[in-house]
């Protein structure tokens, strides 16, 4: 199963970038999708999540400013990122996870810098 993550780039503190994950219909339909990021010398955390029912769930730092969404007719997961900060610096990786932790999934991660 291929997750594609897409929509990272080079950004002004304060603006906002749309990060999308593109994945097989089978997968966005049933699995709990979520979005980690990396920053280097740190361990990767989850930035927020989003399940099959529409529930979703945020890291602190990022709530009010990050959105995650999904559109199955478009097989796509978003997460609208505003007033994005320095230290949202990192590399966004896709991920889809079983609801019964069978199996899981991971996009090839897309690189979001913050920087003026």
């Known amino acids: 199963v291929q997750l594609q993550a897409s929509g990272g780039g080079l950004v002004q503190p304060g603006g906002s970038l749309r990060l999308s994950c593109t994945a097989p219909g089978s997968i966005l339909s049933t699995y709990a999708m979520g979005w980690y990021r990396q920053a280097p010398g740190k361990q990767r955390e989850l930035v927020a999540g989003i399940r099959s029912e529409g529930s979703t769930n945020y890291e602190d730092s990022v709530k009010g400013r990050f959105t995650i969404s999904r559109d199955n007719a478009k097989n796509t997961v978003y997460l609208q990122m505003n007033s994005l900060k320095p230290e949202d610096t990192a590399v966004y990786y896709c991920?889809?996870?079983?609801?019964?932790?069978?199996?899981?999934?991971w996009g090839q991660g897309t690189l979001v810098t913050v920087s003026s």
């Open positions: 991920n889809a996870v079983h609801p019964m932790g069978l199996s899981e999934f």
